[in-house]
């Protein structure tokens, strides 16, 4: 899931050292969890699982947990038998990082304290 955030002032808040700081600690938790749900046949596809931070002129502007196996798309959405390949068979969606993303967000609950 990508938000895109277009108020200078929220911008703003997101470099502050504390949320930067929960962003990081969520992102590692998220990472994980990933790698428990993670397939480990052959162990290529958790080998790929890492937090990758992104900067734009020198902050820190987000942070998130990537897969960078090849078969990693196959194995979060899965993959429908194909025609073309004889020996091809369906390949279930596992949703690994959603389902690791999605433990992780229902934990979190605002403060009702700064509510309008």
Not at 11 to 35: D, F, Q, S, Y
Not at 36 to 59: D, F, M
Not at 79 to 105: G, I, K, N, Q, Y
């Amino acid at each position: 899931m990508k938000t895109e955030i277009s108020d200078e002032r929220v911008k703003g808040l997101l470099k502050t050292p504390g949320v930067r700081k929960h962003m990081n600690h969520v992102a590692r938790e998220v990472h994980r969890t990933a790698t428990i749900l993670a397939p480990k046949r052959t162990g290529h596809y958790l080998a790929g699982l890492e937090v990758v931070r992104r900067q734009s002129r020198g902050t820190e502007d987000s942070v998130f947990v990537a897969a960078k196996d090849f078969k990693s798309h196959w194995i979060e959405w899965g993959a429908a038998p194909s025609p073309e390949a004889h020996r091809f068979r369906p390949f279930p969606a596992r949703h690994v990082l959603e389902r690791a993303t999605r433990l992780h967000v229902r934990k979190f609950k605002p403060s009702p304290r700064g509510a309008v």
